[in-house]
């Protein structure tokens, strides 16, 4: 059980180049999330999925797009990367319950925009 | 506007000792709270939850407490340990909406020998 798994480990792009970020969960869970971290900054959701097919967005949405094809993927992507969007990006997956949802999260992917 | 706060980016425990760690909250509409905790390189880790129909809910050497007049939540830490050392992160969220959670910035504990 690898619970969430996110690949690439890190990454430097430059400016204007595009990536997939790849988060996979073997939890079965519903809901997938894609946060960005920044120094001195807590998590700050980008786009999240409520089930396969679905995205919507969150807190930070510009710049980045997602896709949820299958259940227990959900990609995001940087069509145009720039240097504001270096930082550190987690997955996290959760299922719910009656008295709220307790998100796993994935080891992280540290993108470095030159 | 930050709905979420952790007013002490860092806290120094000596081993044994309870650790207390704070966080404020703004948004009356949050119905459960969770502690991360995150060692760098790694992902946060979920340590510990409580919804709002509780004001504690206890794991071991973890225990959280809810205010929710004062919107003001807290996890205690009793004995701290050195394996404690990371940053700590309060999240809050409103059940029924996907379960987005809003975070604090993190407390960076340091437990001594």
């Known amino acids: 059980n690898a619970g969430v798994t996110q690949t690439p480990k890190f990454r430097v792009l430059k400016t204007g180049q595009s990536m997939t970020l790849l988060c996979a969960q073997d939890?079965?869970?519903?809901?997938m999330y894609w946060y960005r971290q920044d120094p001195g900054m807590g998590l700050r959701l980008i786009h999240y999925s409520v089930g396969e097919g679905t995205t919507a967005k969150g807190e930070v949405p510009d710049g980045y797009n997602v896709s949820r094809l299958k259940k227990q993927n959900f990609l995001l992507g940087l069509e145009s990367a720039a240097p504001s969007q270096t930082s550190v990006y987690f997955c996290a997956s959760s299922y719910a319950t009656l008295l709220g949802d307790t998100q796993y999260f994935g080891p992280g992917t540290r993108l470095t925009v030159l | 506007d930050q709905q979420v706060k952790q007013n002490s980016p860092s806290l120094s425990v000596q081993e044994g000792r309870i650790s207390i760690l704070n966080c404020d909250y703004t948004n009356s509409m949050f119905d459960y709270f969770l502690w991360y905790k995150k060692y760098p390189a790694e992902g946060p880790t979920f340590l510990i939850s409580?919804?709002?129909?509780?004001d504690k809910n206890e794991d071991g050497r973890f225990t959280v407490f809810l205010n929710k007049s004062a919107k003001h939540l807290s996890l205690h830490i009793v004995p701290s340990q050195p394996g404690d050392s990371a940053v700590y992160f309060c999240a809050a969220s409103n059940t029924g909406t996907a379960s987005k959670l809003t975070f604090g910035t993190g407390t960076r504990l340091q437990v001594t020998l």
């Open positions: 409580i919804s709002s129909i509780k």
């Open positions: 939890m079965n869970h519903e809901y």
